[in-house]
C-alpha cells in the first residue's frame, strides 16, 4: 500500500487546510485510513480515521468539531478537513492505512500498519 500525502502548508490561527492522501497499491487489503500527526519534540498523536467499507469515522476528542475526516472511494482518496486551525495543530501530518476495521482507541493504541511521507501544517501568525 502506498500513501501519498499533500495540502500542508503555512495557515493563520483561525484558518483552515484540507489534506488529501492518495491511496495505491493493495487496496483491497486495506480496511481503515486515517491520519496521525507529530509536532517536534511530542509523540505522535492520533487524529482521524475512516472505515474504507462503512465510512464510519473517529477523531480524537481534542479536534473534534474542527477537523473532518472523508473518503472518495472511486479514487482511492481520503480527505481531512481541518478548521479553525490553533497553533499547537502545527505538525507533521501522516497518511495511515491498516488492514484492521478498528476503533480510533484501538488505533491510537497500537498504531497503523502503513505510512506515507508526512505533510508539514503549521498554523502561525
Known amino acids: 500500500v502506498q500513501l501519498q500525502a499533500s495540502g500542508g502548508g503555512l495557515v493563520q490561527p483561525g484558518g483552515s487546510l484540507r489534506l488529501s492522501c492518495a491511496v495505491s497499491?493493495?487496496?483491497?487489503?486495506?480496511?481503515?485510513v486515517g491520519w496521525f500527526r507529530q509536532a517536534p519534540g511530542k509523540e505522535r498523536e492520533f487524529v482521524s480515521t475512516?472505515?474504507?467499507?462503512?465510512?464510519?469515522?473517529y477523531i480524537a476528542d481534542s479536534m473534534k468539531g474542527r477537523f473532518t475526516i472523508s473518503r472518495d472511494n472511486a479514487e482511492n482518496t481520503v480527505f481531512l478537513q481541518m478548521n479553525s486551525l490553533k497553533t499547537e495543530d502545527t505538525a507533521v501530518y501522516y497518511c495511515?492505512?491498516?488492514?484492521?476495521?478498528?476503533?480510533?482507541?484501538?488505533?491510537?493504541?497500537?498504531?497503523?500498519?502503513?505510512w506515507g511521507k508526512g505533510t508539514q501544517v503549521t498554523v502561525s501568525s
Open positions: 495511515t492505512a491498516d488492514p484492521h476495521d478498528w476503533s480510533g482507541s484501538d488505533f491510537q493504541r497500537y498504531g497503523m500498519t502503513y
Open positions: 497499491g493493495r487496496t483491497y487489503s486495506m480496511l481503515s
Open positions: 475512516i472505515s474504507w467499507s462503512s465510512g464510519r469515522t
